[in-house]
């Protein structure tokens, strides 16, 4: 069992960045991959990236903006988001997978998802 808790969430200004943070405990987090999504009202939850062994992968709507990272020594998964938008308000989640890279493309659906975070409000005041 793994318990993935998000932090970093808050209101800031359109233009500004954030940077949330997803600290797992229960298992080493290097034995998963961890994914970001995000959920806006009356949206259904969309992937925005993920970061697995050898790199990460972004949202094609929200590349140039994002930065994904890990360390594994804390235990934790960072996202940072700049150029923060309106559009960007939501409940942004993060998750763990297990994943093998063979015979199969890198997690980035929710289903593939089988540890979840509670979520942190980012709301962007424009």
């Known amino acids: 069992q793994v318990q993935l808790v998000e932090s970093g969430g808050g209101l800031v200004q359109a233009g500004g960045s954030l940077r949330l943070s997803c600290t797992a405990s229960g298992r080493p987090l290097n034995a998963f991959v961890m994914g970001w999504f995000r959920q806006a009202p009356g949206k259904e939850r969309e992937f925005v990236g993920v970061?697995?062994?050898?790199?990460?992968r972004y949202a094609d709507s929200l590349k140039g903006r994002l930065t994904i990272s890990r360390d594994n020594a804390k235990n934790t998964a960072y996202l940072q988001i700049n150029s923060l938008q309106a559009a960007d308000t939501a409940v942004y989640y993060c998750a763990a997978a297990t994943w093998s890279p063979f015979g199969s493309t890198v997690p980035v659906t929710t289903g593939e998802y089988m540890y979840w975070g509670q979520g942190t409000q980012v709301t962007v005041s424009s």
């Open positions: 970061t697995y062994w050898s790199g990460t």
